[in-house]
């Protein structure tokens, strides 16, 4: 079963989004042509890195059937129950700059990351 919430207060335990994200999130939904009040950015958590987990990012057409959905400035965020507990209480960004542009998860549940920011260990 799936939840809608609008953005949380920062102080509480769900996914928040930076304007600029969701922004740049949209902006890349409308690239791929798909329907921004029903598709979404999913976010997740998967084995892997140096540290033991990564962070994964697709774009998908609708959330599945036991996806948290998340809205927030305009934009759906998708979190399947496995990957919710690790990303509780995370800010996710969009940075620009010359050392390269890309979405960043803030995430204070992290105990130690990797030397090259892919991977971490909760």
Same mark, same amino acid.
């Given at each position: 079963?799936?939840?809608?919430?609008?953005? &949380?207060? &920062?102080?509480e335990r769900d996914l928040a989004?930076t304007e600029s994200a969701a922004?740049?999130?949209?902006?890349?939904?409308?690239?791929?042509?798909?329907?921004?009040?029903?598709?979404?950015?999913?976010?997740?958590?998967?084995?892997?890195?140096?540290?033991?987990?990564?962070?994964?990012?697709?774009?998908?057409?609708?959330?599945?059937?036991?996806?948290?959905?998340?809205?927030?400035?305009?934009?759906?965020?998708?979190?399947? &129950?496995?990957?919710?507990?690790?990303?509780?209480?995370?800010?996710?960004?969009?940075?620009?700059?010359?050392?390269?542009?890309?979405?960043?998860?803030?995430?204070?549940?992290?105990?130690?990351?990797?030397?090259?920011?892919?991977?971490?260990?909760?």
């Amino acid at each position: 079963m799936s939840t809608t919430e609008e953005s &949380p207060d &920062p102080g509480e335990r769900d996914l928040a989004v930076t304007e600029s994200a969701a922004e740049q999130a949209l902006d890349l939904l409308r690239e791929k042509e798909m329907d921004i009040d029903t598709a979404g950015l999913r976010l997740y958590v998967q084995q892997g890195g140096c540290a033991g987990l990564s962070y994964g990012m697709r774009f998908e057409h609708e959330p599945e059937e036991d996806d948290g959905v998340y809205e927030h400035h305009g934009l759906r965020v998708f979190i399947d &129950p496995a990957s919710k507990n690790y990303v509780e209480g995370s800010v996710l960004d969009y940075e620009g700059g010359l050392q390269g542009a890309g979405f960043h998860v803030e995430n204070p549940n992290v105990v130690s990351e990797c030397g090259c920011g892919e991977s971490f260990r909760t």
